[in-house]
């Protein structure tokens, strides 16, 4: 199996149609079919159901399409890669985060990187799910990570950098809002909730914070991206129990309280233990640093803030 044999399948895949996709290959359609026909015949299995009228996937045809399609992207990260380090880069490192963490700490990271680790090109990716990220490090697609444990991995070495607060998202104009202490986690039962989907981090520790309060939350919607859950409490949608985060992308419509009783949930560079690259311990290293001084401007902030 080629390479250009998995372009060929995806663009017959996607277009559903061997016209259509011929003429996204610039080819014709006659050699198109004989190059699929030939990667029926060499995996000995059927990948299209053909009509007169369209081409749908077998469930062979589908399976084929997500691995084909994460094999060119790991081809085209691989060369992208190469010629970065051919130009004169020391080393790639393909870094995933967290929701919070995609807003300060990220950008804190990046800029440090580009005084502490001049040659090292950085490709980050936001908004991530820890098991998503997870998946990606012992893929490895990632070289390292800033995720929400707990990971289900021992092939994954953690080193915790913060403690974060839960805190509650709502619309102006919903009651508990109206007393800017904390919320307290009962007061939410009966209350429609958006959510991180379930199985992710932050939404396996707000589910165990409901039940000790003593009812099973709501969920009306679930997101990946914090920005989009902020967007769905300003819509007024429901409710949000997230991480604290005085970088949280706010929106004017809502409001952030502490959840109460306090509980914290934690930030943690991630890598494979079997990794011996001095990059990612660079990266670990840094990502320590960046936490401390935001932490420190934070703690400065506040007793600022006290003092007036």
Known sequence: MELRHLRYFLAVAEEKHFGRAAELLRMAQPPLSQQIRQLEA???????????????????GELL???ARQILSDVDSAKADVAE???GAAGVLHVGFAGTATYRLMPEIVRMARHELPEVRLH??????????????????????VLR?????P???LDEIEQTPLAVALPLEHPLARDAGPVGAAEL???????????????????????????RPHIVQEATETSTLIALVAAGLGLCILPDSSSLPMNAAIAIRRLAPTVGIGLATAWRADSTS???????????????????????????DTHH
């Open 65 to 67: 399409m997500e691995r």
């Open 42 to 60: 060499e995996l000995s299995t059927q990948l299209f159901e053909r009509t007169t009228r369209r081409v749908d996937l077998t469930p062979a």
């Open 155 to 157: 092939e994954l070495h």
């Open 149 to 153: 444990p707990p990971v289900s991995s």
């Open 278 to 304: 001095p990059l990612v311990e660079s990266f670990t290293h840094l990502a320590r640093h960046a936490a401390a001084r935001i932490a420190e401007a934070r703690a400065s902030s506040e007793g600022q």
């Open 189 to 215: 039962a009966g209350e429609d909730l958006v959510s991180y989907p379930r199985g992710s981090a932050v939404a396996s520790v707000a589910a165990e914070v409901t039940r000790q309060a003593g009812f």
């Open 124 to 145: 980050v990716v936001g908004e991530m799910l820890t098991p998503e990220m997870e998946e990606g490090l012992l893929a490895n697609r990632l070289d390292a990570a």
């Open 85 to 87: 380090v051919g130009r």
